[in-house]
T-cell receptor, first 117, second 117 residues
């Protein structure tokens, strides 16, 4: 069964420092990967996606992620974080249980990014 | 375009009651998915509808049901509420037919926070 693992439940970092949020997946079929961000009392907002092609994906707000098939990883990075990046970040894989069903997202448990001044 | 709209934002119910949550997708989006978010279980897929048909269902008891109308608006219903049903319920819409092998990112609403006492 497909799954997503986010090993870090919380990542504290100082403002303007770089950050990496880790995500590993397990899937035996074609992989479609996403990163979403959730600010307090809000829904999820898409940061970036990997469907195919270049393994380095650039998203909104200066975030990027690299798809690594051999390591089954899709880590999210930002070279310099801001206070406003404080939020919960979710990695997700899109899966289809059967050929006649639609795709659904399997989410990781989330990583809380805490940016300190 | 207006985003995904969920009503109400907050609900308080007592055990044994039933509840109906509403979701209006982005204009033109025909796929609507529902997710449950809790601190313990994280984000769990409930079901997905496309053109009034349920195409995918998660592992939730039959007390959880949904439907989609001809204008793509969707409702989900939870009967005989239990304390464990307290959660943030998120609705998401998509602009492509996810069942035809095409992945399209989900656009989430801000959710309905249900508290069962």
């Amino acid at each position: 069964a497909q799954s997503v693992t986010q090993l870090d439940s919380q990542v504290p970092v100082f403002e303007e420092a770089p950050v990496e949020l880790r995500c590993n997946y397990s899937s035996s079929v074609s992989v479609y990967l996403f990163w979403y961000v959730q600010y307090p009392n809000q829904g999820l907002q898409l940061l970036l996606k990997y469907l195919s092609g270049s393994t380095l994906v650039k998203g909104i707000n200066g975030f990027e992620a690299e798809f690594n098939k051999s390591q089954t990883s899709f880590h999210l990075r930002k070279p310099s974080v801001h206070i406003s990046d404080t939020a919960e970040y979710f990695c997700a894989v899109s899966v289809r249980p059967r050929m006649d069903s639609s795709y659904k997202l399997i989410f990781g448990s989330g990583t809380r990014l805490l940016v300190r001044p | 375009k207006a985003g995904v709209t969920q009503t109400p934002r907050y609900l308080i119910k007592t055990r044994g009651q039933q509840v109906t949550l509403s979701c209006s997708p982005i204009s033109g989006h025909r796929s609507v998915s529902w997710y449950q978010q809790t601190p313990g279980q994280g984000l769990q897929f409930l079901f997905e509808y496309f053109s009034e048909t349920q195409r995918n269902k998660g592992n939730f008891p039959g007390r959880f049901s949904g439907r989609q109308f001809s204008n793509s608006r969707s409702e989900m219903n939870v009967s005989t509420l239990e304390l464990g049903d307290s959660a943030l319920y998120l609705c998401a819409s998509s602009d492509l037919d996810r069942g035809r092998g095409v992945n399209s990112p989900l656009h989430f609403g801000n959710g309905t926070r249900l508290t069962v006492t």
